[in-house]
């Protein structure tokens, strides 16, 4: 274990110390608490003054500027802790600030930079005013617009933009220092422009707050408007060149579309243990678990529980890889991040759902032990909205999947990105915004899977096998892209485009799971490197697929249930990281690490 990946693993510690036990009822910051902040519709203070103290804003800021952003995998798994507890803190508190920061940091001047660091570094919240879906996830419809003032189109240097028109709803608007603007500029392709805006340097007059917006999840967030009137903008709030804004927005959500959703596994971990908890309690599984249940009703739940903690895996195969390629394949990565945006929230929002039905009656309850669950899963489906929601991300793919077919996936086009697989934080290159791009130049995750199904596996013939039928469905894939606009340009109006990319994203996630497995067997031992979750992970995503199955299924059913209860009575998370959790005895996985020590002896 490398240095970075100690130190991060000290930060998850230490955040998860500062929660403390969540379901001790005297917790300022435990479940008792956030169910009743979110009742009341208003953020919990002493969790956000907690993360305040832990200084959770620098996660956001790159190392290079004070703080300690290195890796985007990272960043989501420290702030996957925040949404364990909260989403709405996780976002208002945490991801919002970030999606504003981010464009300057792909785009900004070393000024804007070094002010951006600074109101971060200080606690102070940053919002961005990215493009709307009015009209159907149109950029064009953005309702801002910046109009040079005589000065300015002088070209001097002097003057700047007159801001006007308004914003109906963004997250911590009204206590925002900073806001990142898009706001029209001109017309045609570089109609739209970013702009830098420091709260206090608005004249009162120009700004209007507008009033909140009430969610039906997320109920904690801070969602209101802002209007402007003729408001004076300083020429140097320009972020980047003129005109460029949307393309910027493009290029940057290689970067938003994929930290955002997995940092919202959190969510999805919650969940799952909340209905592990019921089942528990009820004596449906465990050690209490018998017949007097009834028969179905144990295999209902033991299949319920194995299949969800397998869509949380297969779920943070794909974030790993979205967060990872920013770094290693920044050209490619758009495609992995879109994938990740509009699939995981899908694929969690059912396995909540499923979840459910474990709980009964109590999926309704207000307060005690198990009503986290039903504010989760009230909270999931809104981590797929906004700008980059779903239908957008969809329409960032589809384009590309006719010329992707002809030149990327094949075994003959892969360039082995083993770094893609990696859990360990340790090995990144830098962040390079620069090298972000709309368009993917190829697609290395998919390719992965041609040259693993191309190559005999003697030691694990099941997912060989398994590994051989995805890759056929991606051949499958590749003769349907044949049928679509050759270069793209109408395939968003074909219908058939739609289930081509539904089932693209299934084919990458499988891959994905297929990578990890992969690395994790030839880095060690331990439950990843083992073959039952990832051929339950696989035969799950063939099944989504329609893929006939061979008539010889093993049932995993069993050593997955006893990973789920190991973890849960352990305090483990049920992600890919395992992580430590605050809730049993002592320190943070007290009683792995004790496990542990007695099977070292």
Not at 33 to 58: Q, S, T
Not at 253 to 273: E, K, N
Not at 403 to 417: C, F, I, K, M, N
Not at 456 to 485: F, I, N, V
Request: glycine share 10%; net charge neutral.
């Amino acid at each position: 274990m490398g240095e970075q990946e100690q130190e991060v693993r000290r930060r998850v510690a230490e955040l998860e110390r500062g929660f403390g036990n969540p379901a001790e009822a005297d917790n300022p910051v435990g479940t008792s608490a956030f169910v009743a902040a979110d009742a009341r519709g208003k953020p919990l203070a002493a969790a956000e003054l907690l993360l305040e103290r832990y200084g959770l804003n620098a996660e956001f800021v790159p190392r290079d500027l004070g703080g300690r952003l290195t890796g985007l995998d990272t960043l989501a798994r420290v702030t996957r802790v925040v949404f364990r507890r909260d989403a709405a803190l996780g976002l208002g508190h945490g991801i919002t600030s970030f999606l504003a920061a981010v464009v300057v940091w792909a785009a900004g001047s070393p000024e804007q930079r070094r002010t951006v660091a600074r109101l971060l570094l200080t606690g102070h919240h940053l919002v961005s005013a990215y493009p709307e879906l009015a009209a159907g996830s149109s950029f064009l419809s953005n309702e801002l617009t910046a109009t040079a003032t005589a000065t300015a189109t002088a070209g001097d240097g002097s003057g700047g933009f007159r801001l006007s028109g308004r914003k109906e709803a963004l997250n911590n608007v009204e206590r925002a220092a900073a806001l990142v603007l898009f706001a029209r500029t001109g017309t045609g392709r570089h109609s739209h422009s970013a702009l830098l805006v420091e709260r206090d340097a608005l004249p009162a007059g120009g700004v209007t707050a507008l009033p909140r917006h009430r969610t039906s999840g997320i109920r904690g967030c801070q969602v209101a408007g802002i209007g402007f009137d003729d408001s004076p903008v300083p020429a140097d709030a320009l972020i980047g060149e003129p005109g460029r804004g949307l393309e910027l927005v493009l290029r940057i959500f290689s970067v938003t579309r994929g930290v955002g959703p997995s940092a919202a596994l959190g969510c999805a971990d919650t969940a799952l243990r909340t209905a592990v908890a019921c089942a528990v309690d009820r004596g449906v599984v465990g050690d209490a678990a018998d017949d007097v249940a009834g028969p179905q009703r144990l295999s209902h739940a033991r299949s319920t529980l194995t299949g969800a903690f397998v869509d949380l895996l297969l779920c943070d195969c794909l974030a790993l890889v979205a967060t990872r390629a920013v770094h290693l394949v920044p050209e490619d990565a758009g495609l992995y991040a879109a994938a990740v945006k509009y699939l995981l929230p899908q694929l969690l929002t059912d396995t909540s759902y499923e979840l459910s039905t474990l709980l009964g009656a109590d999926f309704h309850a207000r307060n005690g032990a198990y009503a986290a669950f039903r504010k989760n899963v009230r909270d999931l489906p809104m981590i797929g909205l906004g700008a980059a929601g779903s239908a957008a991300c969809r329409a960032t793919v589809i384009p590309q999947l006719p010329r992707l077919a002809r030149t990327a996936w094949s075994a003959s086009a892969a360039a082995p990105v083993d770094g893609l697989f990696r859990l360990e934080a340790d090995g990144l290159p830098p962040l390079d915004l620069g090298r972000l791009s709309p368009a993917a130049g190829g697609d290395p995750l998919a390719a992965s899977l041609a040259l693993a199904a191309d190559a005999p596996d003697p030691e694990s013939d099941r997912p060989a096998e398994l590994a051989r039928l995805l890759a056929g469905e991606l051949a499958l894939l590749r003769d349907g892209c044949a049928g679509l606009d050759r270069d793209g340009r109408s395939a968003l109006g074909d219908p058939r485009g739609h289930a081509l990319a539904e089932r693209y994203a299934l084919i990458l996630v499988g891959a994905a799971c297929l990578g990890v497995w992969r690395h994790q067997r030839s880095a060690g031992t331990g439950f990843l490197a083992r073959p039952e979750w990832l051929e339950a992970a696989l035969t799950r995503v063939l099944r989504r697929l329609g893929t006939t199955l061979p008539k010889a299924t093993p049932d995993h059913e069993e050593p997955l249930l006893a990973e789920v209860l190991a973890r849960y009575r352990e305090h483990r998370s049920y992600d890919l990281y395992d992580t430590p959790l605050a809730g049993a005895p002592g320190a943070p996985g007290a009683e792995r690490e004790a496990r542990e020590e007695r099977e070292d002896r």
